[in-house]
């Protein structure tokens, strides 16, 4: 490899493995034990990918002994192939971790699909009339939520299905537990309801928002709930006295939402930069109270966004492929990415050593950073 080619080697480049699907990646997921990642595509199908690198980062870098300058050099063989599962429908299948290295998927079908780390799948008893349009499941109690756009069914241990007697018929295509498992978020229409799930189902509180959820992310103690709105816009709502606010202004469906706990702070796409707040000072009354400048405006829309689990940084994938890692509350800003095909999904793996991402063009990707990068 000459030396221009070598000058012209972007981060992803050097640290990412990549495949291509046949289809756009709709969503990614890590295993709970961090030792594999799910890639979703539009055409129904779910690709896995082990963690383990044959040639990780350490492995490729040099220090120059006169100099000190530290280089890595390009991976010499191409990563081990994803493994490809059947079609599970029409559109992107639902997923959700389960067990240790497994997933969850949803079907068009109505079922509910274990799929192992080595890609074979086996029915559950989980069962309803029409297709499963998400899925959340929760380690902690052992309980899974499903939903056909319309209606919300839980299952307890993979067991019988039970229906949410919700009183509505507003779609519900989003979904997500509680980090303890004891409640539910459900996205009804233009407003989302919680639940309480640990015992016999009850409805602890319905909250009206100006457009429909496509996203929600509850805060790593519980406490707080966000959910990117379908027009412009991000909900919040604190579970411990009730209020709620909307911090509206978005130019776009706000499709990511993230909590970082090393910064006390929520993170969110759908404008020209990094959208962040403090939580030391929730935006309850407005968008500009206790607002982060993360990251560089610009001119290409952020479509999603990450939280490092352990440090106070934030990645961003935008619309152009640009993928950048920022430090939350700064403007200096880490390029891993500068172009591509836009950038669908990201995810941090539980340890913050992988980032996932995948791409409108059917890219899924597993970036590794060296440990000595973020310090």
Same mark, same amino acid.
């Given at each position: ?154 299952? *307890?241990?993979? =067991? #019988?299905? $039970?229906? +949410?007697?919700? /009183? ?5 295509? @989003? !979904? ?40 929600? *992310?509850?805060? =790593? #103690?519980? $406490?707080? +709930?966000?959910? /990117? ?5 991000? @909900? !919040? ?139």
């Amino acid at each position: 490899m000459n030396q221009q080619t070598m000058q012209n080697l972007t981060l992803f480049d050097l640290l990412a493995r990549s495949w291509r699907r046949p289809s756009a990646i709709a969503d990614l997921c890590f295993s709970a034990d961090g030792s594999t990642v799910a890639f979703t595509s539009v055409d129904g199908t779910v690709a896995i990918a082990a963690i383990a690198d044959q040639e990780p980062p350490e492995s490729r870098i040099r220090v120059s002994g006169d100099l000190g300058q530290t280089t890595i050099r390009p991976r010499e063989k191409p990563p081990m192939p994803l493994i490809a599962t059947a079609t599970f429908g029409d559109g992107d299948a639902p997923l959700a971790a389960y067990l240790h290295s497994g997933f969850l998927i949803g079907t068009a079908a109505g079922e509910a699909v274990r799929l192992t780390a080595d890609g074979e799948g086996a029915k559950t008893p989980i069962k309803i009339e029409g297709p499963i349009v998400a899925i959340d499941h929760s380690a902690r109690t052992a309980v899974t939520a499903v939903s056909d756009g319309r209606d919300v069914f839980l299952s *307890r241990d993979l =067991g #019988d299905v $039970t229906k +949410l007697e919700c /009183g509505s018929t507003s779609s519900t295509d @989003a !979904l997500a537990f509680s980090p303890g498992g004891r409640r539910l978020a459900c996205g009804l229409g233009n407003g989302l309801s919680i639940w309480a799930v640990e015992g016999p189902a009850s409805l602890i509180r319905d909250f009206v928002f100006p457009a429909r959820p496509i996203s929600i *992310r509850w805060s =790593g #103690d519980g $406490t707080w +709930l966000a959910s /990117g709105l379908e027009t412009g816009g991000v @909900a !919040l709502i604190n579970l411990a006295d009730g209020l709620s606010g909307v911090i509206a202004g978005f130019p776009s469906p706000v499709r990511a939402v993230c909590w970082s706990q090393p910064a006390n702070a929520l993170l969110a796409s759908g404008a020209f930069r990094i959208a962040g707040w403090s939580m030391t000072a929730p935006p309850l009354d407005g968008e500009s109270a206790g607002a982060l400048e993360t990251g560089r405006a610009g001119l290409v829309l952020v479509e999603t966004v990450a939280a490092h689990p352990e440090k106070k940084l934030v990645a961003a994938g935008y619309a152009n492929g640009r993928i950048t890692v920022a430090q939350i509350g700064g403007r200096d800003e880490l390029l891993v990415r500068p172009l591509g095909s836009g950038v669908t999904a990201l995810a941090w793996s539980g340890d913050g050593r992988h980032l996932a991402a995948g791409m409108v063009d059917g890219t899924a990707a597993i970036i590794t950073f060296p440990g000595q990068m973020f310090k």
